[in-house]
């Protein structure tokens, strides 16, 4: 098992142009969430999926889509990019969200600038 | 609404020595808590988890404890060596819920 893949694993973006964060993992896992993580702050939710064709808000949503078509994929797109959201990204999955005992998976991380 | 806090940014220990990281939360009912060891450039490793029927686990060298009255887990690393230098997150986990992590203690094990 690959586990949870990311990438790219680094971005360079200039303010306003638009990429996607690729995201996979291969252990057939109901709930993916994206976090980023910024010095003091800690990790916080953007998005979060409980399965294939749903997707929710978590805590700093703003600027950011996800989809889920399939189990294994869950991009991350920055519609409009602003320096704001210069950060390390990971991506995360567990089997479910509603075992509170299972743990999440977590990918090696995107580390973006935006310029 | 929910908060998380470990007891401070960084800890140095000289090899050895236990090292003691603290896990306090508020306006949280969880029924597991979660601890996660993260090496820079990485993402999150899971460590191990306690019940919140339970007061104490261990694993090898780790070991946690969960007190919901005073809403505080400890995790303990006995014996610390240079290679126990991470940073350590904490999770409470309630059913159902997103994860939330605390900000994590950076941990540095000094030879």
């Known amino acids: 098992n690959a586990g949870v893949t990311q990438t790219p694993k680094f971005q360079v973006l200039k303010t306003g142009q638009s990429m996607t964060l690729q995201c996979a993992q291969d252990?057939?896992?109901?709930?993916m969430s994206w976090y980023r993580q910024d010095p003091g702050m800690g990790l916080r939710l953007i998005h979060y999926?409980?399965?294939?064709?749903?997707?929710d808000q978590g805590e700093v949503p703003n600027g950011y889509n996800v989809s889920r078509s399939t189990t294994e994929d869950f991009p991350l797109r920055l519609l409009s990019a602003a320096p704001s959201q210069t950060s390390v990204y990971f991506c995360?999955?567990?089997?479910?969200?509603?075992?509170?005992?299972?743990?999440?998976?977590f990918g090696p991380g995107t580390r973006l600038t935006v310029l | 609404s929910q908060k998380i806090e470990q007891n401070s940014e960084a800890l140095n220990i000289q090899e050895g020595k236990t090292a003691t990281l603290t896990c306090n939360y508020t306006?949280?009912?969880?029924?597991?808590l979660q601890w996660y060891r993260q090496d820079p450039g990485r993402g999150p490793v899971f460590l191990l988890l306690?019940?919140?029927?339970?007061k104490e686990k261990r694993k090898e060298r780790l070991k946690v404890t969960f007190d919901t009255t005073l809403k505080q887990s400890l995790f303990h690393i006995t014996a610390s060596q240079p290679a126990d230098s991470a940073t350590y997150l904490c999770?409470?986990?309630?059913?159902?819920?997103?994860?939330?992590f605390g900000p994590g203690t950076r941990l540095s094990v000094l030879p």
């Open positions: 995360a999955s567990s089997y479910t969200r509603l075992a509170a005992y299972n743990e999440q998976f």
């Open positions: 306690i019940r919140e029927n339970e």
């Open positions: 999926s409980v399965g294939a064709g749903i997707t």
């Open positions: 306006n949280y009912s969880p029924a597991y």
């Open positions: 999770a409470p986990r309630h059913y159902g819920q997103n994860f939330v």
């Open positions: 252990m057939n896992h109901e709930y």
